[in-house]
């Protein structure tokens, strides 16, 4: 979508178009690499923001590459203002984390354009329902296989690295309580360290992110030593940091 913008107004933006990133501080490594390779690549500024308050005067902490957070400092900064752990029914990290950092940086009213693609029916229609919101790539057809074919061409790409049964769901945070068992035992069984943030959160608010699903403690001690025990038949919940 970027690229397509760009391309649309002869390889720069105009003035009054601003490129955001929200960070949240659980975004994989590659995540961040890849949004610096854009800005990098295609000589386009991209302004990186992370949470700093729920109040409306809290303004967003304006960073970059170099200084984003990548233990999760953001995030855990908002649990511990909110004194409780976002769950299924109450997904408020999207809105704190991402939805009002950019809307506080922006001011105003702006029009917000989101790289919903046209095979994605149910997102489409959710950024479609709401006022200032549009989404060119369903307006002109792009599907995912445009997408892939896009990204063939190019010299670099988003390069998630595949977990031990093959998944590529490393998007989002890392090990979004939203996904489900089986992606999240993959994730886990490819590297153990990553629950440990998790867990810890779930420990200091004495909460559980969701209760359908075992603890994060104990999601690394069945990834790790009793993986036979960690077959549930569920999918990940739909989530777009943006619905």
Not at 131 to 145: K, M, R, T
Not at 155 to 163: V, Y
Request: proline share 7%; with cysteine; glycine share 6%.
């Amino acid at each position: 979508m970027l690229y397509k913008i760009l391309e649309a107004h002869n390889g720069k933006l105009p003035d009054d178009v601003h490129v955001t990133f929200a960070n949240t501080g659980k975004e994989m490594p590659e995540t961040l690499d890849f949004v610096q390779a854009c800005s990098d690549h295609w000589d386009v500024p991209i302004v990186w923001l992370e949470f700093a308050g729920t109040k409306k005067s809290d303004m967003p902490k304006v960073v970059n590459h170099t200084t984003a957070a990548r233990n999760g400092e953001p995030f855990e900064a908002m649990i511990k203002q909110k004194k409780y752990l976002p769950s299924p029914p109450r997904r408020f990290c999207t809105q704190e984390l991402k939805i009002y950092p950019i809307e506080k940086y922006m001011v105003g009213e702006f029009l917000t354009v989101v790289g919903i693609r046209a095979d994605e029916p149910r997102r489409a229609a959710k950024q479609r329902a709401k006022e200032g919101y549009a989404v060119p790539l369903v307006d002109a057809g792009i599907g995912i296989h445009d997408i892939k074919r896009f990204w063939d061409c190019q010299n670099f790409d988003l390069e998630l690295p595949k977990s031990p049964e093959g998944y590529v769901d490393y998007s989002n945070c890392d090990l979004c309580f939203l996904k489900n068992m089986g992606i999240k035992r993959s994730i886990i069984r490819g590297d153990p360290s990553r629950v440990d943030w998790w867990a810890a959160q779930e420990e200091k608010i004495e909460g559980r992110f969701r209760f359908d699903h075992p603890s994060y403690a104990q999601m690394k001690v069945i990834a790790s030593d009793q993986g036979q025990l960690f077959d549930f038949d569920d999918e990940s919940i739909p989530c777009f940091c943006g619905d």
